[in-house]
């Protein structure tokens, strides 16, 4: 059984687009998180939701929001999608904030 | 001084070999601390957490300076399977959960 699972695994887009990421977790976890690695290989945290509460907004455009429906569910949706925005997109889930995190696949994002 | 640090590496090692990297880290407070391995493409995964006395799983030993400000992470007999991108990973407060990955210590271990 997939533990943390993202959909879709690539998705490509032309700038200016608007598109969402989807992530789930089976766990039974009271936080969810997204992240993002560049290029450079660099994985940075965007958001993360404890309790469907947001905790952590890093400094991301606000073009970036997550939407929360449940504790099992924390999507990611982007406006007017830009070049920049290129990278792959990791959700992670733990049982309380800043325990250990189990991951997602990711998704590869290319905006062209 | 950035928040978390690691050698980029690569480390290119021979098989059966022991190898060592470490993780500084600038905030004194930090609670919890970590190792995750990433494999090309692929997701990072929890390694081992790391404990303050120090702790072993295996062939992987990690371990804690809070004098220095460094965590350690000491993999043993090495295999082709242990390379990877070894990232440290610290979280400066025990609820905030306001995570820093450091950015990666390339190992690859060659036959």
């Known amino acids: 059984d997939t533990a943390v699972s993202q959909t879709p695994k690539y998705l490509v887009t032309q700038m200016g687009n608007d598109k969402s990421i989807k992530c789930e977790q089976n766990l039974g976890h009271d936080t969810m998180y997204w992240y993002k690695q560049d290029s450079k290989k660099f994985l940075k945290i965007m958001f993360s939701y404890n309790n469907k509460e947001l905790i952590i907004n890093e400094t991301v455009p606000n073009r970036f929001s997550p939407k929360s429906p449940d504790k099992a569910h924390l999507n990611l949706h982007i406006n007017s999608l830009e070049l920049g925005d290129s990278a792959v997109y990791f959700c992670?889930?733990?049982?309380?904030?800043?325990?250990?995190?189990?991951f997602g696949p990711g998704t590869r994002l290319t905006v062209l | 001084r950035k928040e978390v640090e690691q050698d980029p590496g690569p480390f290119n090692v021979p098989e059966g070999a022991t190898v060592a990297f470490n993780c500084t880290y600038s905030n004194s407070a930090s609670q919890s601390f970590f190792w995750y391995r990433q494999d090309c493409r692929k997701e990072p995964k929890l390694l081992m957490s790391v404990y303050s006395s120090g702790n072993e799983d295996g062939r992987f030993t990690a371990q804690l300076n809070r004098a220095s400000q460094y965590i350690s992470l000491l993999i043993r007999d090495s295999k082709l399977s242990d390379s990877a991108t070894y990232l440290c990973v610290v979280n400066p407060h025990s609820s905030a959960s306001k995570i820093i990955f450091g950015s990666g210590t390339r190992l690859s271990i060659r036959p």
């Open positions: 992670a889930s733990s049982p309380t904030s800043g325990a250990e995190q189990f």
